[in-house]
C-alpha cells in the first residue's frame, strides 16, 4: 500500500474490523478523515499519519468515545501515554497532536465549541511537557513530518535547507539575512570530525551571535558541496 487516498481509504475500511475501535469512534475518524481529505493543504501522507496513530491510540490508550470523552478522560489517557515505554518522547507528542488535530477539525470555530471540548484543547497536560502554550503560537514540526517535508523535496539543497532550519530552530531571516544581517555563508561553517558547527546571529530576544554544532545536517552538507 502506498500514501495514496485509495489505499487510505482501505485503512480507514480496515478500522472497523478491529474490535478495538468502537463502531460510534469509527464514525467519528471516517468523518475526520473526510474533513482533512477534503483540504487542500493536507496530503495523504499526513492522512496516513492520522489513520495509523488513531489505529493505535484506539489500541493502546483510547477506550471512551471520542464525541462523549471528558477532560478528566484525557487526563488518563495521557498519563498511560507518558509513562508507556514503548514509544519515544517524539511519538506520545506525536499522539497529543493527533487527538488535538481531531477536536480541531471537528470543531473548526472555536466559539462554537463545547465546553467539553475547550476544556480538553485547553488542558495543560495536553500541551508538550505540561507548560501553557502561547495563542499566538502553532503546532511545531514533528521529526516524522519533518522527515516527510525532506522526502518532498527533488535536490539535496531543499533537502537540507530543511533539515538545517530544523535543527538549528533558527529563523528564515536567520538564515537569508535581512537589512541588518548578511545571509549565512559556507565560511560561517565549520566541518569537525564528528559534527559541523555553524556560526550565525539570532534575532530571538536580541541575543545576538550564536554558535551551534550540528549532526544531522552534516552528510546532506557534504553532497549538496
Not at 463502531?23 to 467519528?28: A, Q, S
Not at 470523552?69 to 498519563?79: N, P, Q, S, T, V
Not at 559541523?196 to 549532526?215: I, P, S, W
Amino acid at each position: 500500500m502506498g500514501y495514496n487516498r485509495t489505499d487510505n481509504n482501505e485503512r480507514l475500511e480496515k478500522l472497523k474490523t478491529y474490535d478495538y475501535v468502537s463502531e460510534r469512534n469509527y464514525e467519528l475518524i471516517a468523518e475526520f478523515i473526510r474533513y482533512l481529505q477534503a483540504d487542500n493543504n493536507v496530503g495523504e501522507k499526513r492522512v496516513y499519519k492520522y489513520i495509523t496513530g488513531f489505529k493505535t491510540l484506539f489500541r493502546k490508550f483510547i477506550d471512551v468515545n471520542l464525541d462523549e470523552a471528558e477532560k478528566d478522560d484525557f487526563r488518563r489517557i495521557i498519563a498511560r501515554i507518558q509513562s508507556s515505554d514503548e514509544y519515544a518522547d517524539w511519538t506520545k507528542h506525536d499522539f497529543k497532536v493527533y487527538i488535538k488535530k481531531y477536536y480541531r477539525t471537528k470543531h473548526e470555530h472555536e466559539f462554537d465549541r463545547s465546553d467539553r471540548v475547550k476544556k480538553i484543547l485547553d488542558a495543560n497536560f495536553m500541551k508538550r511537557n505540561g507548560e501553557p502554550e502561547n495563542e499566538k503560537e502553532t503546532e511545531a514540526l514533528t521529526p516524522s513530518e519533518v522527515t516527510d517535508m525532506m522526502e518532498e523535496a527533488n535536490l539535496v539543497r531543499d533537502e537540507l535547507m530543511v533539515l538545517f532550519l530544523f535543527e538549528t530552530g533558527a529563523r528564515i531571516s536567520e538564515i537569508l539575512g535581512n537589512e541588518k544581517e548578511e545571509p549565512l555563508k559556507i565560511g560561517d561553517l565549520t566541518m569537525k570530525e564528528r559534527y559541523l558547527e555553524v556560526d550565525f546571529t539570532t534575532l530571538k530576544n536580541d541575543k545576538g551571535d550564536r554558535e551551534q554544532a550540528l549532526n544531522r545536517c552534516m552528510e546532506l552538507l557534504q553532497r549538496w558541496l
